[in-house]
């Protein structure tokens, strides 16, 4: 799985947009950019996932860049409840093995009320 | 919207007792996932299975075990509980590519966890 770079804290006014952002330098063609988000104490919950193409959920939207290394993660009304650890996660959707997911450290959101 | 459950949601135990976690999906996901997590810090893989029969052991290395006897359910065991072992367990599955229900792009949904305490 590609090594993925993320600011370890941000904070947010709640309202406003939420805009991650995620360092993938060394993606390959093949490997997806997968968020997820963990809010304290629970599992972890999946949010969206992208290849190239930006996507959008009813959760948020993904923007990856034409060069795809790296991608924003926009939650576009952020409330009090968004307040998680988000983890920005690449690798092929399915390459056998362990074919666990590596989390990493994530970029822990803080929405201000 | 994921249906994926772990019991107990906590557990305080003695030193050398025999602990079961129990984990639970009805979306007939194949593939099947224990995570580790102690507080503040990364979730690592410990165990995983493929479907009915296949268990395998992760990137973080456990002393715990696990089975597999139907695909709905995948309980993992500590034969004697000590101290070291207090940490936050989580449990997740995923589908084929292709498959409905998480299949595509394998995603992975999560249960709830189980927080543990060795005493």
């Known amino acids: 799985d590609a090594k993925t770079t993320q600011p370890t804290s941000m904070d947010c006014a709640e309202g406003r947009a939420a805009n991650l952002p995620c360092n993938h330098s060394t993606i390959s063609g093949n490997e997806y950019v997968y968020w997820y988000r963990q809010i304290h104490s629970q599992g972890p919950q999946y949010i969206i996932h992208?290849?190239?193409n930006n996507e959008t959920n009813e959760m948020a939207s993904l923007i990856i860049t034409e060069d795809r290394k790296s991608s924003t993660l926009i939650l576009p009304h952020a409330t009090l409840r968004d307040t998680a650890v988000y983890y920005c996660i690449v690798r092929v959707p399915s390459g056998g093995g362990a074919d666990g997911l590596t989390f990493g450290k994530g970029t822990h959101l803080i929405i201000q009320p | 919207e994921a249906d994926i459950y772990q019991t107990p949601r906590y557990l305080v135990i003695g030193t050398g007792k025999k602990i079961t976690l129990e984990c639970s999906q009805t979306?007939?996901?194949?593939?099947m996932y224990w995570y580790q997590q102690d507080p503040g810090m990364e979730l690592h893989l410990i165990h995983y299975s493929y479907g009915v029969n296949s268990t395998e052991k992760g990137d973080l290395s456990s002393e715990s075990t696990v089975s597999r006897i139907r695909t709905e359910h995948f309980p993992l065991t500590l034969e004697s509980a000590r101290p070291s072992h207090t940490s936050q367990y989580l449990c997740a599955s995923s589908g084929y590519p292709g498959l409905a229900g998480g299949g595509a792009k394998n995603i992975q949904y999560f249960g709830a966890g189980t927080r543990l305490s060795v005493l």
């Open positions: 992208g290849l190239k």
């Open positions: 979306m007939g996901h194949d593939k």
